[in-house]
Each structure stands twice: as structure tokens, then as C-alpha cells.
């Protein structure tokens, strides 16, 4: 049985303010995106991990060197796991680029690609191929063991969607909390769901 624990990121500047700062901006956690970032890694402790894989965003390292810390574990980079290139988006605010665009969100999980390209948008397809194979690649190579895996909102969305048949709608309703666990299993070279969104209890009472 292998388990491939994804990861969010703790709060970080950007989320605070709403700014689509993708791969390339720096944004760095806040107080408050360190404490949980801390407080899920003491429930990460428990889950006998013996690899973690990170992106090479800053707010992703900084939330990786946090957890292993408290896990005792060395991190490696993988560019598979980086935040979706925002391209001509990055450093706007979500909601001018609602005001000003429309929902390009929605439109993402659809796979228009004809209305993101104009804006140099990563195209959702793309984010599930990386995604796929680095679960394919990632879970032959720690066969048996569980591997955890520090990224971003979309690509966790991508191995939902990887997953489960869910219409763009609800895939862009699903909110991924900020260090916030979803966890996969597969048994029999098959993936499944084991929990989404899973955090420490006292968090589910005000986000």
C-alpha cells in the first residue's frame, strides 16, 4: 500500500491578498500560515513518511522546511509539483480578473485553452499530465512507503481530477485549505481518495 499525501502550502502574503502571484513572484508565508503549517505537521508524524517532495516556490520550501523539521526528513525539489504559470495574470488581483475578465477560473477547470492562451495561462490538461506522472513515477520508485508531496491549490486539484470524473463546476467550487492534507492511497495499481482537506479539528470550526 502506497500513500501519496499532497500538501498545501501554508497562508502566504498573496492569499491574504488575493493576488495571483503564480510561480515565478515571490510570496512568503505568513504568521499564521506557519502555525498551521506547524500544527499539520505534528498530525503528519503519525504517518510513517519516508519521502517529501517539494515545488520550488518559496512559499512551498518555506512550508517544507517546516515539516521536515519536525519529521526529521531531508526535502527534494520536483518541478512537477510547481504552482501553474499564470503567465500575463501574475502580480493582478483575483477579483479585477473577474471584473475584468470574467470567470477565466471556471474556464481553466473547462479547458478552454483558446481564452487562457491569450493570457499565457498554463492549461489545466497540462497540470494533470505533470501531475500523473509524477504520481506514476514518484509512488514505482517508494514502493511501499509514504511519500508526501508540498504544493499548491491547482495540481492538487489535477490529482483529484485525476481521479475522480468531476465536472469543471464543482472542481472550481472545491476549496483546498492551506496546509490542508489530501491523501491518496492505491492498492492493486489503483488510486483512491482517503481524505481531502484534512487538518487539525479546531480549524474546521472557522474556515
Known amino acids: 500500500m502506497n500513500l501519496a499525501i499532497f500538501m498545501r502550502h501554508g497562508q502566504a502574503d498573496n492569499n491574504v491578498n488575493r493576488v495571483l502571484v503564480g510561480r515565478h513572484l515571490e510570496s512568503h508565508l505568513t504568521e499564521k500560515g506557519q502555525m498551521q503549517v506547524k500544527e499539520t505537521a505534528k498530525l503528519l508524524k503519525s504517518m510513517s513518511i519516508s519521502k517529501i517532495y517539494s515545488s520550488p516556490v518559496t512559499r512551498a520550501i518555506e512550508t517544507t ?38 470567470n477565466l477560473f471556471l474556464s481553466f477547470y473547462m479547458g478552454d485553452d483558446s481564452v487562457l492562451s491569450n493570457h499565457g ?37 489535477a490529482a483529484i481530477s485525476y481521479i475522480l470524473d468531476l465536472k469543471p463546476e464543482s472542481l472550481y467550487k472545491w476549496h483546498m485549505r492551506n496546509a490542508a492534507l489530501t491523501i491518496l492511497k492505491q492498492e492493486f495499481k489503483t488510486w483512491s481518495i482517503s481524505a481531502v482537506n484534512f487538518m487539525g479539528a479546531q480549524r474546521y470550526l472557522y474556515e
Not at 127 to 156: E, G, Y
Open 65 to 102: 522546511q517546516i515539516v521536515g523539521e519536525e519529521l526529521g526528513l531531508d526535502y527534494e525539489i520536483d518541478d512537477r509539483l510547481y504552482e501553474i504559470d499564470l503567465g500575463k495574470l501574475a502580480g493582478t488581483n483575483y477579483d479585477e480578473v473577474l471584473n475584468k475578465y470574467g
Open 121 to 157: 495561462v498554463e492549461s489545466f490538461t497540462a497540470v494533470k499530465s505533470r501531475i500523473r506522472d509524477l504520481l506514476d513515477q514518484v509512488m514505482a520508485r517508494h514502493n511501499n512507503h509514504n511519500v508526501l508531496l508540498v504544493t499548491h491549490l491547482d495540481p492538487i486539484k
